[in-house]
């Protein structure tokens, strides 16, 4: 079975621009979790999907984050304009249903905003 | 916000010594879980423990939870080189409470061989 997929896996901006990151989670699975992980630290949940509808974005930054799942399987998540503390690992997960215990992790995006 | 503190933040020993990490948190939960990343990579499920276990064993890993004192410990005997690497404990408060995990801050280990 295939994993969760991201990409890109490293992207240098300067501040102020905008950027984009991919997840394809693992086929069927119906939850989808975007993290943010800064160095140092523990990953933090940015917004998680059932299916295409928004089920939990209260820690997502909507002046600057967006994200978006159509169709249920992949998912984008565009950070516009990019600011300095916005340098993190960003982390993909999926669940087969949010009830499902386990989640499983794409490899991540490193971010670093200059 | 983070929900898990973790403890130690780091951790040396030599192969072949066991490594116990211990981590604390604020809320009731549904369940603890623990997982470990690799430098560079995504994180890994290693354990679940559930609110009405005490212990739970999965090879070269055990897990004990204490919920009375909202703590749960994590020890992997035997330590192997291949074991470096950032360990996280995450805990859920179940689908009725939104179902996400919220993590802590994490505990690095290095094995030397």
């Known amino acids: 079975e295939a994993g969760v997929a991201q990409s890109p896996r490293y992207k240098i901006i300067e501040k102020r621009q905008s950027v984009a990151f991919w997840c394809n989670p693992i086929?069927?699975?119906?939850?989808l979790y975007w993290y943010q992980q800064i160095l140092g630290q523990g990953p933090k949940l940015l917004i998680q999907?059932?299916?295409?509808?928004?089920?939990?974005d209260s820690q997502l930054p909507k002046d600057r984050f967006s994200a978006e799942r159509l169709k249920g399987v992949d998912s984008t998540l565009k950070i516009q304009p990019a600011k300095l503390e916005d340098s993190a690992v960003y982390l993909c997960?999926?669940?087969?249903?949010?009830?499902?215990?386990?989640?499983?992790f794409g490899p991540g995006t490193r971010l670093t905003v200059l | 916000s983070q929900q898990g503190e973790e403890d130690p933040q780091a951790l040396s020993i030599q192969e072949g010594e066991n490594a116990t990490m211990n981590c604390s948190y604020k809320?009731?939960?549904?369940?603890l879980q623990w997982y470990r990343q690799n430098s560079g990579r995504g994180l890994v499920h290693l354990i679940l423990?559930?609110?009405?276990?005490r212990e739970k064993h999965s090879g070269r890993l055990r897990v004990t939870l204490d919920t009375s004192k909202k703590s749960s410990s994590l020890l992997i005997t035997a330590s192997r080189a291949a074991d470096t690497a950032s360990y996280f404990c995450?805990?859920?408060?179940?689908?009725?409470?939104?179902?996400?995990?919220?993590f802590g801050q994490g505990t690095e280990l290095s094995v030397k061989p």
């Open positions: 086929s069927g699975h119906a939850t």
């Open positions: 999907f059932q299916n295409n509808g928004v089920v939990d």
């Open positions: 809320t009731s939960i549904n369940n």
């Open positions: 995450a805990t859920d408060s179940g689908y009725n409470q939104g179902g996400k995990l919220i």
């Open positions: 423990i559930r609110s009405n276990e």
């Open positions: 997960a999926s669940s087969p249903r949010p009830d499902t215990d386990t989640q499983y």
